[in-house]
């Protein structure tokens, strides 16, 4: 309908702006000087009109890159297409912008080289913030952290301290940072580890009691816990000292600071805790990215964050 609407204001504008160019060139004798003056108005008229309705960027959707596979922030759902906490995000900017959306999933290895290449606007895939990134790409602020967290049995006692990992086997997903924390941890806490190929396996080796606790991102782990609360628990956070942010093409600072104002005022109405406790089944803690607003655009001490205070227009 609103395609439908916009195509046919252009065509009545572009008709406006075509007879008065043929009454234009009709000759001489049509031109005294107030028939040149109406012709002219009529002229300056429907060329306004035809350049205020050009099908431009509010009439297009907003392209926005995810990884389809990565539970629970964008995932296949039945019927087709994807779903997850990062998909509703990225309509959520949308409708803030005023702006439809199309989502695109594909591997998370393409979806940077894509939107430089001009494929995507932004991504909504979650992106962690490092330096060398920031050199490359522009980030909105933080949206959520990047923890670890433990998953263990829920008849077991809770993990209050690093410690009492000691003597215990840890499941994780073969080549991810959690395998690589455990690794370089093994011998200060006296581990375990055990590596699958995917952490639903992980996740299986714990129900199955092949393993004491799985660790993994703390959004994956609380999902997984979601999946099995008669089972499972969430247990001891590792605080990584990073977030997840939207990432655009370094030159788009616009669209980078638009989105970013959409952002925190989904921060500041609650509707991102509220996608939180929707997809991780947990509320955010007080501290968290997700609700907490921070000053100026991008990130704080990283490449690419503008202190410039503001406002932002929440609707």
């Known amino acids: 309908m609103s395609v439908y609407f916009h195509s046919k204001k252009r065509l009545i504008h572009g008709c406006l702006l075509f007879g008065s160019l043929k009454l234009l060139g009709k000759g001489e004798k049509f031109m005294n000087a107030r028939n040149s003056s109406l012709v002219f108005g009529a002229i300056v ?17 907003l392209v926005i890159g995810v990884d389809g596979t990565f539970a629970p922030h964008a995932m296949p759902k039945m019927g087709g297409g994807v779903e997850g906490f990062n998909v509703d995000l990225a309509y959520e900017m949308g409708k803030r912008l005023g702006r439809k959306v199309e989502i695109v999933a594909q591997e998370f290895s393409g979806l940077i080289p894509g939107m430089n290449a001009g494929k995507y606007d932004f991504l909504a895939a979650p992106t962690t913030v490092l330096p060398d990134r920031a050199k490359n790409l522009l980030f909105s602020e933080g949206y959520l952290e990047t923890d670890y967290q433990f998953v263990i049995p829920i ?9 009492d990992l000691k003597g215990k086997v840890i499941a994780v997903n073969k080549g991810s940072n959690y395998e690589m924390w455990c690794r370089e941890n ?25 393993a ?18 008669q089972q499972l628990k969430l ?28 952002l925190e005022c989904a921060k500041m ?42 406002k932002p227009k929440c609707k």
């Open 235 to 262: 247990s001891y956070k590792i605080k990584s000292g990073t977030v997840w942010s939207l990432p655009f093409r370094k030159d788009d600072v616009k669209m980078r600071n638009l989105v970013e104002e959409a």
């Open 155 to 163: 008849n077991k006692p809770d993990i209050k301290v690093l410690e």
């Open 186 to 210: 093994e011998a200060k806490y006296g581990i375990k580890t055990e590596a699958y190929g995917t952490n639903t396996d992980a996740v299986q080796a714990v129900l199955s009691g092949r």
């Open 212 to 229: 004491d606790a799985n660790l993994a991102g703390h959004t994956v782990s609380a999902y997984a816990v979601l999946k099995n609360k």
């Open 45 to 61: 008229l429907a060329l306004g009109l035809f350049l205020a309705h050009p099908g431009g960027a509010q009439d297009k959707p």
């Open 269 to 310: 109405d609650g509707t991102v805790g509220k996608l939180a406790e929707k997809w991780f089944g947990v509320k955010p803690d007080p501290d968290s990215p997700a609700v907490v607003v921070f000053p100026g655009y991008g990130v704080p001490g990283y490449a690419g964050y503008d202190p410039t205070e503001h």
